[in-house]
C-alpha cells in the first residue's frame, strides 16, 4: 500500500506536472535513466543487493541504449517547441524527484513481496492508489474544466490501464521478487526495445540508424543484466 501512495499517487502526479513544463523529450530519457539508476544505488545500500560487473556493464549499456532510441534526431517530428529556462530547471527537479520516488516505491515492494504473493500485492496497491486518486479528482478546484470523456477514449483507457499495470504490473512484481529490486528495474528501461518492432511493422514508422544502434545497446545490455 506504502508503494501505492509513494510511487502512484506522488510520483506519477509529480512526473505528469513536469510534463506541463518541459517537452517529453526531455522528461523520458531522463525518467528512464534517473529511475534505474537511483533504484539500483538504494537496493545496494538499504536491501543488501550486490553489483556485479556485468551489473555495471549491461546497466551502462541499458542506460546508453535507451537515450539513443527515446531520444529523437534533429530532423524528428517528434521535437516539440523549446521550453522556458525557469520551466526547464523546475522541470527537470520535478522529474528527478519523481524518479526518486519510483525508487522508494520498488524498494517497499521488494520488502512487502517477503511476506505476501504478486498477486496480493497488485490486488492492494492498485484499488488504493484509484481510491486516492479519484478523492482527489474530485475536490471542487475553482479554475479546472470539467470535459467530456467519449466511449473510445475510456475504453482504450480501460484496455491500457488492464494491459500495462494489471498485467505488466504483475509480471513487474515477479521480476522484483526473483531478480531484485536493482536489476528489475533497469529491465524495465528496456521498454523502447519492445516498441520498436511494433512502431516499425504496425504504424509503419521508419527506424533511423541512431535508433538501430540504441537497440543494439539495449540487446547488449539486457545479454549482461541476464
Not at 45 to 60: Q, V
Not at 63 to 69: D, E, H, K, Q, R
Not at 165 to 193: D, N
Request: with cysteine.
Amino acid at each position: 500500500i506504502a508503494s501505492a501512495v509513494v510511487g502512484i499517487v506522488v510520483g506519477d502526479t509529480i512526473y505528469f506536472r513536469a510534463l506541463k513544463r518541459v517537452d517529453m523529450t526531455v522528461a523520458l530519457p531522463l525518467s528512464q535513466s534517473a529511475m534505474p539508476v537511483i533504484t539500483l544505488l538504494l537496493a545496494v545500500l538499504f536491501l543488501g543487493e550486490t553489483i556485479t560487473p556485468p551489473i555495471l556493464l549491461g546497466t551502462a549499456l541499458v542506460l546508453a541504449g535507451n537515450y539513443l532510441v527515446i531520444t529523437p534526431g534533429r530532423n524528428s517530428s517528434f521535437l516539440l517547441k523549446k521550453a522556458r529556462a525557469e520551466n526547464r530547471g523546475a522541470a527537470i527537479f520535478l522529474i528527478l524527484v519523481a524518479a526518486a520516488l519510483w525508487a522508494v516505491s520498488i524498494l517497499l515492494l521488494k520488502v512487502g513481496l517477503n511476506v505476501v504473493s504478486p498477486i496480493v500485492a497488485n490486488a492492494l496497491r492498485l484499488p488504493v492508489a484509484v481510491l486516492l486518486l479519484l478523492f482527489f479528482i474530485l475536490i471542487p478546484r475553482g479554475n479546472r474544466r470539467a470535459d467530456g470523456v467519449r466511449l473510445r477514449e475510456l475504453t482504450l483507457g480501460l484496455i491500457t490501464g488492464v494491459l500495462s499495470i494489471g498485467l505488466g504490473g504483475m509480471f513487474f512484481l515477479l521480476s522484483i521478487q526473483h531478480a531484485g529490486a536493482g536489476k528489475a528495474a533497469v529491465l524495465t528501461s528496456c521498454v523502447p526495445l519492445f516498441g520498436l518492432p511494433f512502431s516499425v511493422f504496425y504504424l509503419k514508422e521508419r527506424a533511423d540508424r541512431k535508433t538501430l544502434i540504441g537497440t543494439s545497446l539495449l540487446v547488449l545490455g539486457v545479454i549482461f543484466l541476464v
